[in-house]
């Protein structure tokens, strides 16, 4: 096999091949076929020799040298470019690393144009309303590959309850409000709707199979299976010099150490996968790209996507109030002086030198309204999907990278540990054309942006001071904040939240409010349901599962928790009054209890609370 794979390369070739490798080197080739042994010489090529130091003569660990290759194959397949480009890119950007030359320079940052909303105005109302109609012609993308370092949790993140008092996984939520949207867009367009609502989910090696276990054991939380389509991201080959020699598995010499290349590989995933032309040609609009941990982001969805469509922004970045200096990037206008432009994340490190360095002598600072000019991104971005189309038969979806290498010292020749190249979706407008229509909707914080993202200890300690916890307890403390104040909105009275600390942590604890999209996807759905005077206490808890269901006159003290079919017609009211579900404080290193329940520092402790089951469709009114 051997001979004849080597006999079907040219003379010329097989001679440069003999003379780049090692002579053990050319005695294992006699294992490989014709085009793993073109994989070989383009690693020789790439001066990637080192790869085969070790290699003992062929007859021993044949079948782990055929892995090898078949692992090479797949990561020069799964690179727009293939392993040769992707090795030149990272000679280029370590270069720049080493030369410490910033990717910004000579570009002048400006605030670019957006719309600010406040939540429940008029002007938020209207926006929204014409989002719910868009929802039909839109497709939804979740990136869902991350490895979770950050967080530390076992299982995958987005399995992870986002509140513990109805125990609903941020994957249900997702999919959950993705249905429900679809049906109010449907019924707002007086059923126009062409086909189910496309929802792809990018995983990875790290994520895929639980992904699809958690899918399936759960019905895909009511959605059509062939409505949901996984897209599994490979990782990149790890470098382990500036010289972007390829890192040995430190597990298996036959292998290259992989790691993850970031969520900017969903560009090139749709686009390779043929959904995006598939879209298209059945008449879609929208592509919304959301992440794995943000049970808020729903409630901030519909109005962006009007904005977006009023505007006809073929990039709309979703982003909250920034405080200057904040750990989060800012959404900047960028002028080079030859004449590019770009709108683009820059991350909060870069922009206060940038800043300096281009006429404004005080770097990152709060404008008058007492925020940085700079909006701050959320990595939630809705495009349009003719333009990003236009754009990706341009680029393939590569989107451009960097690389962070930790040096051993300040020569920079030598790293602490491997490093790769990696990229991020939120970079996607750096290629677009200073034609194209970017922009951003910025929305309150309390209402659209609670990730989780960070574990207790480094919650408590780690984040710099005055910067969101981004924790298990923050992420589900923010979500009773915003349905509270949402229902402070329309108008319930809601009592102030009082201070507690879970993990370390300082939180407000509001009255746990929480309702499935069914009851509400819009603040207008909020403000049609509730009537008249409500109060609830702060130690209360509000559950309502159901479709149609009126609150008037409803005053809670203790917990009511409310389940109706889709055709019931319920209206409650008057007082409920019990000792309810209380919140209590447990010890993070209690191993008796889940692992999802230590990292947010509490429990909910069900006391005793009025349940109503409305099972049967008919009119029913409760005033107890
Ligand atoms: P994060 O920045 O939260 O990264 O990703 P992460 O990898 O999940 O967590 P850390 O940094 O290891 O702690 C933001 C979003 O992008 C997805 C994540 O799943 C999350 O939804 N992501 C990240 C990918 O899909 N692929 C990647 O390679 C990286």
């Known amino acids: 096999m051997a001979s004849s794979a080597i006999d079907k390369l040219t003379n010329l070739q097989v001679n440069e091949l003999f003379t780049f490798s090692s002579p053990n080197l050319q005695k294992n080739l006699s294992i490989f076929s014709a085009d793993q042994v073109k994989l070989v010489k383009m690693l020789l090529e790439m001066g990637q020799e080192h790869l085969f130091e070790d290699w003992p003569d062929p007859g021993v660990d044949d079948d782990e040298k055929k892995c090898f290759i078949d692992q090479v194959a797949l990561l020069d397949s799964s690179y727009p470019g293939g392993l040769t480009s992707y090795i030149k890119t990272a000679r280029e950007l370590l270069a720049d690393s080493k030369a410490g030359k910033n990717p910004f320079d000579g570009f002048k940052p400006s605030v670019p144009s957006g719309e600010i909303l406040t939540f429940g105005d008029d002007n938020f109302i209207k926006y929204e309303e014409t989002g719910v109609k868009q929802v039909q012609n839109a497709a939804f993308v979740l990136v869902a590959g991350g490895l979770g370092e950050r967080l530390g949790y076992n299982g995958i993140k987005v399995a992870l309850p986002m509140e513990t008092t109805t125990g609903t996984c941020f994957l249900q939520n ?57 897209l599994k991201q490979e990782k990149v080959a790890c470098l382990a010099d500036n010289d972007a020699r390829l890192a040995g598995d430190p597990k298996n010499k036959y292998r290259i150490q992989t790691k993850p290349h970031g969520h900017g590989d969903v560009h090139s995933l749709l686009y390779s996968s043929g959904l995006l032309k598939e879209w298209k040609d059945a008449g879609l609009r929208w592509v919304l790209f959301f992440q794995d941990t943000n049970g808020l982001l729903f409630k901030a969805i519909p109005a962006a996507l009007g904005v977006s469509a009023t505007k006809e922004y073929h990039v709309n970045s979703l982003s909250v109030p920034r405080k200057a200096k904040e750990a989060i990037g800012g959404i900047t206008r960028l002028t080079h002086k030859d004449g590019r432009e770009m709108v683009i994340n820059v991350e909060y490190n870069q922009l206060d030198p940038l800043l300096r360095a281009t006429g404004h002598p005080d770097g990152d600072v709060n404008c008058e309204t007492g925020y940085s000019p700079y909006p701050g991104n959320i990595n939630q971005l809705i495009l349009e999907l003719g333009p990003y189309i236009d754009e990706l038969s341009k680029t393939g979806g590569a989107i451009k990278e960097f690389v962070n290498p930790k040096y051993k010292d300040s020569t920079k020749s030598t790293f602490k540990s491997s490093t790769r190249l990696e990229c991020m979706m939120q970079d996607y407008p750096k290629t677009l054309p200073p034609s194209s229509r970017v922009g951003f909707t910025v929305t309150d914080r309390w209402l659209a942006y609670a990730p989780v993202k960070n574990n207790p200890e480094d919650a408590a300690k780690v984040v710099p001071k005055g910067n969101p916890y981004h924790s298990a307890t923050s992420g589900e403390t923010s979500i009773y904040r915003a349905n509270s104040m949402i229902l402070r909105k329309a108008g319930v009275k809601i009592e102030d939240p009082v201070s507690k600390v879970f993990n370390g942590q300082e939180v407000e604890v509001w009255a746990r409010v929480v309702w499935n999209p069914k009851w509400a996807v819009t603040f207008a759905d909020v403000k049609n349901k509730v009537s008249r005077a409500n109060f609830v206490s702060q130690k209360s808890t509000l559950v309502i599962k159901g479709k149609n269901v009126a609150i008037q006159d409803l005053s809670l003290d203790g917990t009511f928790v409310i389940n109706s079919v889709d055709d019931a017609q319920v209206k409650v009211g008057g007082l409920v009054q019990n000792k309810g579900w209380t919140i209590e404080t447990i010890d993070k290193e209690n191993t008796t209890l889940p692992e999802e329940v230590r990292i947010r520092g509490f429990k909910i402790n069900k006391i005793e609370q009025l349940e109503k089951c409305y099972s049967k469709p008919g009119k029913y009114s409760l005033n107890p």
């Open 174 to 230: 997702y999919i959950e409000s993705v249905l429900c949207l679809a049906e109010a867009s449907c019924k707002q367009t007086q059923g126009e709707r062409r086909q189910d609502v496309p929802f792809v989910i990018m995983t990875s090696d790290d994520t895929h199979a639980r992904t699809l276990q958690l899918l399936e054991s759960n019905s895909y939380f009511g959605m059509k299976p062939a409505q949901v389509k996984l």
